[in-house]
């Protein structure tokens, strides 16, 4: 049973606009959020996080929201730049336990 | 200062070997984390270590699979007698205490074929 789950496995954006990526989840335990962007053959990087208390956190060109009623966060890149193309990981977090991450989106941005 | 080491890059074993995957963390973390993620799949949680201790282990196999974390050394994920279905990529993430789960550092990660 996924409890994070990233619908969309794959989204491609024009350089220049808003990408939106989004993520689910079943766990109303969680109390951390965080986003990892991936590059082939690379490990997770760290992008952006949102404690279970707020409902908006923006990094730069990175915004997330979270709407706790709806169990759902999102990820928010504008403008879109092609170095954004890789996959992003949403990943939630309950007290000390590892992250639970979903399965990834594969971002394309396009020329 | 280096970021997460692990090594090697890239494993391959026949059915039947042993595979031993390395991980250093950075320098000043104290706690490890193994992932793995599985072709079209999420990174999933294997085991939470500090040096000589396991706190975590729920997302380990039962069986052929074991980690440590030696107080001089690299954490280390052995699987016995591999199969194919181990073949994945094994990630290694360290952070600085307890309360730093939500700061993981990835090492680049180890990929396991079975032939």
């Known amino acids: 049973d996924q409890q994070v789950k990233q619908n969309s496995p794959s989204l491609s954006v024009q350089e220049g606009r808003i990408s939106i990526l989004n993520c689910d989840y079943t766990?109303?335990?969680?109390?951390?959020f965080l986003w990892y962007k991936k590059y082939p053959a690379e490990g997770p990087t760290f992008l952006i996080s949102?404690?279970?208390?707020?409902d908006k956190n923006e990094d730069g060109r990175f915004t997330v929201f979270l709407n706790k009623s709806a169990k759902h966060l999102s990820l928010h890149i504008v403008p879109s730049q092609p170095g954004d193309s890789a996959v992003y990981f949403c990943?939630?977090?309950?007290?000390?336990?590892?992250?639970?991450f979903g399965k990834g989106t594969h971002l394309i941005i396009q020329p | 200062n280096a970021g997460v080491m692990q090594n090697p890059r890239h494993l391959v074993r026949r059915r039947g070997q042993e595979a031993r995957l390395r991980c250093s963390p950075m320098?000043?973390?104290?706690?490890v984390y193994w992932y793995r993620q599985l072709p079209e799949e999420g990174l999933k949680f294997m085991v939470y270590?500090?040096?000589?201790?396991?706190?975590?282990e729920s997302g380990m196999p039962k069986e052929r699979f074991s980690a440590e974390f030696p107080k001089e050394g690299p954490s280390i994920l052995r699987i016995q007698q591999v199969v194919r279905g181990d073949s994945a990529a094994y990630f290694c993430?360290?952070?600085?205490?307890?309360?730093?789960?939500?700061?993981?550092?990835f090492g680049a990660g180890s990929r396991l074929t079975v032939l």
């Open positions: 993430a360290s952070s600085p205490n307890l309360s730093g789960a939500n700061v993981l550092t």
């Open positions: 766990n109303s335990m969680f109390d951390y």
């Open positions: 949102i404690s279970s208390i707020k």
């Open positions: 990943a939630a977090l309950e007290g000390a336990d590892g992250l639970t």
């Open positions: 320098k000043g973390h104290s706690h």
């Open positions: 270590l500090q040096k000589e201790n396991i706190i975590d």
